[in-house]
Nanobody, 119 residues
Framework: VQLVESGGGLVQAGGSLRLSCVAS????????IGWYRQAPGKQREMVAT???????NYADSMKGRFTISRDNARDSVYLQMNNLEPEDTAVYYC??????????????WGQGTLVTVSS
């Protein structure tokens, strides 16, 4: 499975961006897919994920501002980010958890897309 993100860019505080991630390859293996981010000098952190069944999970600091959605027909996942803050500046990565066997899982990462929020 390969993941390609798009939609990052420069936005002013209070603005919005929509990130997209398109999966290709053996997408039937995707058990869950979502977004992580890594700010300069900080560890990578989970932003939001959605399972194959549609259950969503958000980091507490993103609840109410970010919305994850999944389009299975297009093998895509989106992250709508509203009311952005300078602290949201980071490289955002698409992540997929694959079930490659009965008990085997594998994580796949995209190349990342940079989001910069100016104050």
């Amino acid at each position: 499975v390969q993941l390609v993100e798009s939609g990052g860019g420069l936005v002013q505080a209070g603005g919005s961006l929509r990130l997209s991630c398109v999966a290709s390859g053996s997408t039937y293996q995707i058990k869950a897919i979502g977004w992580y981010r890594q700010a300069p000098g900080k560890q990578r952190e989970m932003v939001a994920t959605v399972s194959s069944g549609g259950s969503t999970n958000y980091a507490d600091s993103m609840k109410g501002r970010f919305t994850i959605s999944r389009d299975n027909a297009r093998d895509s996942v989106y992250l709508q980010m509203n009311n952005l803050e300078p602290e949201d500046t980071a490289v955002y990565y698409c992540n997929a958890l694959l079930q490659v066997s009965i008990e085997g899982h594998l994580e796949v990462w995209g190349q990342g897309t940079l989001v910069t929020v100016s104050s």
